[in-house]
Each structure stands twice: as C-alpha cells, then as structure tokens.
C-alpha cells in the first residue's frame, strides 16, 4: 500500500513564505513524476507544479516566479516552497504522484489527503 502524506499547510499572513511537503512511503520501486495540485472552495482542482524524476519542472502562470517545487529522490518526498503568498492562494494543497512498483510493471498514481493553506491577515 502506498501513502503520499502532505504537510506544512496552515493559516498563514500575506507575503508569507511556507513550505509544504509530501512524503510518500511503501513498496514504491520508483516515482516518475510528482505533483502538487490545488482546489480552492467552489473551484475546480488546478495542477500548480510538477517535477519529473530528473529534476524538469512545470509551473502553473499564477505561481510562476513565486513557488518552487523540488524533490529529494532518496526519500521519495517532494517539496513546494511557497513565497509571497497571496489570499487567492488559499485552497486544499493535494500531492500527486506518479509511481511504479516493480520493474517494467504498469504505472499507479496516487493522491494524498490534502493540506489547507489559508492566506489571510
């Protein structure tokens, strides 16, 4: 069984800088991509970042300049810096990965339970 457990979120100020990370843990042979999405109320889930296991990233425009998603490969965790937070940041922050159990064998994505950042004065 896979896990992917996100951390990090919480009520933080306009102009705040957090860090959100998501660990994933089991048999996990190799994780191909990671992902951070986002779903603010009433709105539709959003990809924000995207990191592949080689390091190539992918930004949302709204973030560009201002997150930085990373991963450290040797604990199968990924990161997202978050700087200058804006109130329309504010959603549930889910980590998406997607992995492979053995070798050669077909992939599977996984979700985590989501953390709530709330950008707010």
């Known amino acids: 069984q896979v896990q992917l457990v996100e951390s990090g979120g919480g009520l933080v100020q306009p102009g705040g800088s957090p860090r959100l990370s998501c660990a994933a843990s089991?048999?996990?042979?190799?994780?191909?991509?990671m992902f951070w999405y986002r779903q603010a109320p009433g709105k539709q889930r959003e990809l924000v970042a995207a990191?592949?296991?080689?390091?190539?990233?992918n930004y949302t425009d709204s973030v560009k300049g201002r997150f930085t998603i990373s991963r450290d490969n040797a604990k199968n965790t990924a990161y997202l810096q978050m700087n200058s937070l804006k109130p329309e940041d504010t959603a549930v922050y889910y980590c998406?990965?997607?992995?492979?159990?053995?070798?050669?064998?077909?992939?599977?994505?996984?979700w985590g339970q989501g953390t709530q950042v709330t950008v707010s004065s």
């Open positions: 998406y990965a997607h992995t492979l159990l053995r070798p050669g064998g077909r992939p599977y994505d996984y």
């Open positions: 089991g048999s996990i042979f190799s994780i191909n991509a």
């Open positions: 990191i592949t296991s080689g390091g190539s990233t």
